[in-house]
T-cell receptor
Framework: QLQLQESGPGLVKPSETLSLNCTVS??????????WGWIRQPPGKGLEWIGS???????YYNPSLKSRVTISVDTSKNQFSLKLSLVTAADTAVYYC??????????WGQGALATVSS | DIQMTQSPSSLSASVGDRVTITCRAS??????LNWYQQKPGKAPKLLIY???SLQSGVPSRFSGSGSGTDFTLTITSLQPEDFATYYC?????????FGQGTKLEIK
């Protein structure tokens, strides 16, 4: 069945760029029915939607993060990616990738912890 | 942004109990309300979508209701595996936003 798996460096220095990939297996990222998104959760806190992308490359972002976020897709690798620039300690979180339809998040990756520290 | 407020923030209950969690939106979201369950160290899992539709594979002891601004998640006959944190989320408008969570603990 379809699975999502996050990957990327677990430690990022302040002011640098956090980069994560999400690999989709067991199905195609080019499905016309779904968007692919990123959600994060700081340790011990709640969930925050970061942004989403369609396989065509169309994106939409949370305005609170929009100036620092870029989400891209590589259909040849069945993968989509998150870049978050100018990170601070407040960006330390578990980052989840997920599949969704109009914001309905029905399939999630297991999550990847990204820690911002010098 | 639409603010989602859950109550209570935490709840103690026993196996077999019936519990209700409430979620209120800062403006009308029609029925664009989803519920997720999260266990420690795990990703959230979709339980209910569109306010009252049960996701495939979710036990029927879970149910949702409401529309507009006020919604509830009800769990009848609590089972040991139901002790977790529950989040509501609106998918009415961007940015999609979540409630702060309700932690359901064993009494």
């Amino acid at each position: 069945q379809l699975q999502l798996q996050e990957s990327g460096p677990g430690l990022v220095k302040p002011s640098e760029t956090l980069s994560l990939n999400c690999t989709v297996s067991g199905g195609s990222i080019s499905s016309s029915n779904y968007y692919w998104g990123w959600i994060r959760q700081p340790p011990g806190k709640g969930l925050e939607w970061i942004g989403s992308i369609y396989y065509s490359g169309s994106t939409y972002y949370n305005p609170s993060l929009k100036s620092r976020v870029t989400i891209s897709v590589d259909t040849s690798k069945n993968q989509f990616s998150l870049k978050l620039s100018l990170v601070t300690a407040a960006d330390t979180a578990v980052y989840y990738c997920a599949r969704h339809t109009r914001g309905l998040l029905d399939l999630w990756g297991q999550g990847a912890l990204a820690t911002v520290s010098s | 942004d639409i603010q989602m407020t859950q109550s209570p923030s935490s709840l103690s209950a026993s196996v077999g109990d019936r519990v209700t969690i409430t979620c209120r939106a800062s403006q009308s979201i029609s029925s664009y309300l989803n519920w997720y369950q999260q266990k420690p160290g795990k990703a959230p899992k979709l339980l209910i979508y569109a306010a009252f539709s049960l996701q495939s594979g979710v036990p029927s002891r879970f149910s949702g209701s409401g529309s507009g601004t006020d919604f509830t998640l009800t769990i009848t006959s609590l089972q040991p595996e139901d002790f977790a944190t529950y989040y509501c989320q609106q998918s009415y408008s961007i940015p999609y936003t979540f409630g702060q969570g309700t932690k359901l603990e064993i009494k």
